[in-house]
Structures are given as C-alpha cells and as structure tokens.
C-alpha cells in the first residue's frame, strides 16, 4: 500500500564536548584539550520512487550521528556522519516544530533539513597569558529536532481521472510500460500508478466516487495528486448508464476539494468501446459530446483511437518542450 502521508521525528547529531587536557611531551607544558566534532546534519534528496516514504511505516524516527569528543593533544573530535532521506519529487515537508513548510520538487534535488550541534571548544582555546593553565571547556551544541508531516503530491504531466473501472490503468499500460493491475471490478487501483510516455509523465489516480471530496471511497488523500498534474484526462465508460452525471460527478469533486482544478486543461474520453457494438458506441459519443465537442471514443483494442491519444500526447510533449527551451 502506497504511503503518501505520514508523521516522522527527525533528530541532527549533538556537537562532542570540548576536551580538558595538557601536554604530556617532556619539557612542554599547557593545554592540549581539542574540539569535539560538529554533529552529523539531515537532509533530503528527491528521487522519482513514489513509493519511498514506505521507509516510515514502521520507523518513525531519523537520527544522525553525534560528534565525537574531542581529545588530548589538539586531537579534535571527529564529526558525526550526516544522513540523506530519499523522498518522492512532489514531497511537501510540514514543520510541525516551527510551522514552516519546505518542499521538493525535482529528481537530484537536495535540501537541508536539520543541522548537527557544533562541537565545543577543549580547554587549548582558553588559554591566554594570564591564564596558563585553563580548565575550561564548552559542551557540544545540541542539533535541530523536528517533528515532520511527510506529505506527497505527485508531480505529473497528465492526470488520469474518472470513475472507478473507467479504464484509465489500461490506457496506462497500453501507452506505457507501466504494469498497473487491471480487472472488471471498481477500485481496482488502490494507489497511483506512474508511467512514462517519452519525456511526459502520466499518472492513473485511483477512481473517484461522489463524496471523495469528504473522504468515502478511496477519500480525499488521492485527490490532493491530481493538484500537480498539468492536464487532466478524464475517461467515462462506454458502459456507463448517464454519461452526464458521471461527468458531474467527478468535475463536482474536484471543485469541492480545490476550485483551482478547474482551470486544468481537460481532455474527455468515451472508453472501453470495444465492449458495445459500434451503434451504442456512437450513442454514448453523442451524448458526451454535449458536454465537451471535442471528446472522442477510445479502446486499447483500437489501433487508430490509440493513434488519435498518441497525437494529443505528442502536442503536448512539444509544448512542453517549446516552454523548457524559453
């Protein structure tokens, strides 16, 4: 099951305590004591695995390593060793601690997170002429500690939206070499799917129901991915039994939840035809051509309606293109 929403504690490694020490060589005096080491620091890297933050399911706590004390001799301690989390692109870290958010968005992208407590002076740094002999020392500052809300919203191309069992996984695989579990039965997709069609990222949203907006079917967490997608594809099945009110249904959906999603650019799809006969096929186009003139019928099983997506996917991926090369 695909965790996309989750609690965590991160802790950066305490600074080591500076060291009270003096010189053992024959014929030398004064303090020797070192620095301890920095604390090991936190950070966050993107990776394109929307499934990493299943590494929290269980473990709830990240900690870095503490520095170490520092030492006799002018040995400073060594530094504890920093640690990387890898997040999803499309992660939005919510600082529960101190009310910021930080969120990252691109594949490589790195993020300070928490940083490791300085380590404390030895008591070599204290000395002056007037004080040959200092026993002074600092203890290592603590590291930043956070409570995190881990909160992913997939960053998309295209969107695929509609009612449960309206064929979006199988468009999915047929366009991609996504694997996405298809079968005769709603809620077959229980969590985002992600495939790559070129350079265009597409992803099948679970299927809405009304009152998703308010958390029934597969509730309101799978709506939040459809925020980052650029366009939405939205397919109604040829064996629906009113065209128009499913339609309703989902757009009515998304307004409740973030009126913004209306403003997407939006590209309406008859599918699965390859389970009517051709006249009620034309029918049902009819009708959803009421609500969008430009709708048109699909099937995996129809080589030229995969031609007429494959057309719309390549406008799409020059526009994208055109505004990467501005």
């Known amino acids: 099951m695909l965790i996309d929403d989750v609690k965590i504690k991160i802790s950066a490694g305490h600074g080591g305590k500076g060291a009270v020490a003096f010189n053992t060589n024959m014929k030398s005096l004064g303090p020797t004591g070192a620095s301890g080491g920095k604390g090991g620091s936190i950070y966050v890297e993107g990776i ?23 030492r006799s001799q002018f040995r400073d301690g060594q530094d504890g060793a920093d640690i990387t989390l890898k997040l999803p692109a499309g992660t939005v870290m919510h600082n529960l601690t101190n009310g910021s958010d930080v969120e990252i968005t691109k594949i490589g992208e790195r993020i300070l997170l928490a940083r490791g407590g300085i380590g404390g002076k030895g008591n070599f740094h204290f000395r002056s002429s007037r004080n040959t002999s200092p026993k002074q020392f600092q203890e290592g500052m603590p590291g930043e500690e956070f409570e995190l809300r881990l909160e992913l919203k997939l960053i998309a191309d295209l969107g695929f939206i509609g009612l449960p069992n309206a064929g979006k996984s199988s468009m999915l695989n047929a366009l991609t070499n996504a694997k996405s579990k298809v079968a005769n039965y709603p809620f077959t997709t229980l969590e985002p799917n992600l495939g790559a069609y070129y350079e265009l990222i597409l992803a099948d949203i679970p299927g809405l129901i009304e009152g998703s907006s308010t958390g029934r079917g597969l509730g309101i967490k799978f709506l939040r991915h459809i925020e980052r997608t650029k366009i939405l594809f939205h397919f109604i099945s040829v064996e629906s039994q009113n065209i128009a009110a499913d339609y309703k249904i989902i757009r009515n959906e998304l307004g409740i939840h973030n009126k913004e999603l209306f403003e997407k650019p939006e590209y309406l799809f008859l599918a699965k035809t390859d389970l009517v006969d051709k006249k009620s096929a034309a029918e049902k186009l009819a009708e959803l051509k009421k609500i969008n003139s430009s709708a048109i019928s699909i099937s995996i099983y129809d080589s030229e309606s995969l031609k007429k997506i494959e057309k719309i996917l390549n406008k799409v991926a020059a526009e994208k293109h055109e505004k990467d090369a501005i």
């Open 48 to 70: 394109s695995d929307i499934g990493a933050l299943n590494q929290f399911k269980f473990k709830k706590e990240a900690r870095a390593e503490n520095g170490k004390d520092g």
